[in-house]
């Protein structure tokens, strides 16, 4: 018989950030989230680096979950952890801390795929906010994918489009790098865009069949646009940052749309949500909503808290697993390139 109260701790580290959330039935009761700035001067982030800050920050971020929520370790029913895609030093932290504690405290863990936990955190309770009602389309972009799924279920969805190469989060952030700015640029261009003409210059756009995805070629453009103009003005970046920015990220955002507006069609489903880090981009937020209105569509906009990584999205995601008996046991491995 399935309880009335069921209480979730929810545990992420597939990147670079370490994460818990205690979620009780649908509603987060708390959600600590410990980045790494060690990956800053780097330009990205650095496998080895991210592990071991995961080693350092884990104990510490799940015992702030469980006393910010005001429970006791023996209220939690069940562990859910995120074995993958992701860096794999990293998904190792969070599976063998996971295994550790289920074996300690003789409760039940399941696997949740980082993916389904970024579609699924449309379903954490949030005043004012309604809930996807299946099938719905999510736009599913971070810096590791670029994905259109097909949702039927809580456990049942198909991507229907993907990326060649690049992810959209890829293509703000090594666009970024190129503007001379620190990682991740992706919020920092998406600052920088509210100040600036996003007509200002044209960039190019892959054309791809069906609901392909291609970043790796504005990459280029975008590195041959600097060249070219820093030669006559080696001041050019600096005088027109704001206009470079927005331009950027409207180009970025047209290529999402362009295969967003095709699979609706195509697919017939108006109700449209986006997910993942590339999401709390205001842009890409504001283009949703014109859309909706446009195509009568019902759309869904994650809290900017739910939008990067984060372990009450794997909680939420962890509960419908644990519902419908998915349990996992003590032989369960981390994989890197897990697919939805
Ligand atoms: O989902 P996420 O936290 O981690 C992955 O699973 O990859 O996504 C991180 C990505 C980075 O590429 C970051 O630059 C991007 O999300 N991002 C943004 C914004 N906030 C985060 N990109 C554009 N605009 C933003 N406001
Ligand atoms: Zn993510």
């Known amino acids: 018989m399935v309880k009335n109260n069921i209480i979730i701790l929810g545990i992420e580290s597939s990147c670079d950030d370490t994460s818990a959330s205690i979620l ?5 009761l708390s959600n600590v ?9 780097y330009g990205g982030v650095v496998p080895e680096l991210a592990s071991r800050a995961h080693q350092q920050n884990i104990l510490p971020v799940v015992d702030t979950a469980i006393k910010k929520a005001g429970i ?9 952890f995120t074995n993958g895609p992701g860096l794999l030093g990293s998904l190792l932290v969070g599976t063998s801390f ?28 949030e005043e004012g906010k309604s809930k996807p009602n299946f099938p719905f389309l999510c736009l599913t972009v971070s810096g590791g994918h670029t994905q259109i799924v ?22 703000f952030d090594k666009t970024a790098k190129l503007l001379g700015l620190p990682y991740p640029g992706g919020p920092l261009i998406d600052k920088n865009a509210q100040l600036g003409n996003p007509n200002a210059f044209a960039f190019t756009k892959p054309t791809l069949p069906d609901f392909e995805y291609s970043f790796s070629g504005l990459k280029t453009n975008v590195l041959q646009f600097l060249q070219r103009n820093t030669k006559k003005d080696k001041d050019f970046v600096k005088n027109n940052m704001n206009d470079i920015c927005a331009s ?4 970025i955002i047209d290529i999402l749309f362009d295969k967003l507006l095709l699979a609706a069609a ?52 962890g509960r419908y697993r644990y519902l419908s008996g998915k349990l996992a046991d003590q032989r369960v491995v981390a994989n890197a390139r897990l697919k939805i």
């Not at 009780?24 to 987060?28: M, Q, R, V, Y």
């Open 72 to 80: 006791q370790l023996n209220d939690i029913d069940a562990i859910a």
């Open 248 to 251: 950027l990220q409207k180009t």
């Open 150 to 171: 097909l949702v039927k279920d809580y456990l049942d969805m198909e991507v229907i489009g993907t990326t060649r190469d690049d992810a959209a989060g890829e293509a």
């Open 98 to 125: 996971a295994k550790a504690l289920s074996l300690g405290l003789q409760i039940p863990m399941v696997t949740v795929n980082h993916m389904h936990g970024h579609v699924l955190a449309h379903f954490i309770d």
């Open 33 to 41: 989230v410990a980045g790494q700035e060690v990956h800053e001067r």
């Open 24 to 28: 009780k039935n649908e509603a987060i």
């Open 266 to 317: 195509a697919y017939n489903i108006k109700e449209i949500a986006i997910a993942g880090g590339v999401s709390a981009n205001s842009g890409l937020r504001k283009r949703l909503a014109e859309e909706g209105i446009k195509n009568q569509w019902k759309t869904h906009i994650p809290k900017f808290e739910y939008c990067t990584d984060n372990a009450a999205m794997i909680a939420i995601a």
